[in-house]
């Protein structure tokens, strides 16, 4: 089972590509301790579908994705790229963002399968031995 954590990153989120929020790179560490794939790709915004091409072509069974309000458009496009590629892929969203409402992205957003709430590294181990 691989999970691929993308981060959609937005300008004025970053000073250089290769800065990873701390939480994508705490879960992936968590998972590959585990025994999971979990590699990590950045996803510049700004850069349009263009900056996705990276997403969409990474080969996974779970696509996890940090939702903030900048970035929230964006996650819907990336994802969107991904899922015409790859249809039976499974989506899940975290971040603080999704606290107050998840339930409404949920009901709303049809392309996104589960939220985390909280911290995920259990969720995410757990999602992972379900899937298996």
Do not use: H, W
């Amino acid at each position: 089972m691989r999970i691929a954590f993308i981060n959609v990153v937005m300008d004025g989120d970053y000073q250089y590509i290769q800065e990873v929020p701390l939480g994508i790179a705490s879960l992936a560490a968590f998972l590959r301790e585990k025994g999971y794939a979990a590699p990590i790709c950045q996803c510049p915004g700004s850069q349009g579908d263009e900056g996705f091409a990276a997403a969409a072509a990474m080969e996974a069974d779970v696509y996890a994705f940090q939702l903030t309000m900048v970035n929230f458009l964006a996650v819907r496009r990336c994802i969107a790229l991904i899922r015409a590629v790859r249809p039976q892929a499974f989506v899940v969203c975290g971040g603080p963002f999704l606290v107050t409402i998840s339930e409404e992205i949920l009901a709303n957003e049809k392309s996104i399968d589960f939220i985390v709430l909280g911290e995920g590294e259990y969720t995410l181990l757990e999602l992972q031995i379900g899937r298996a």
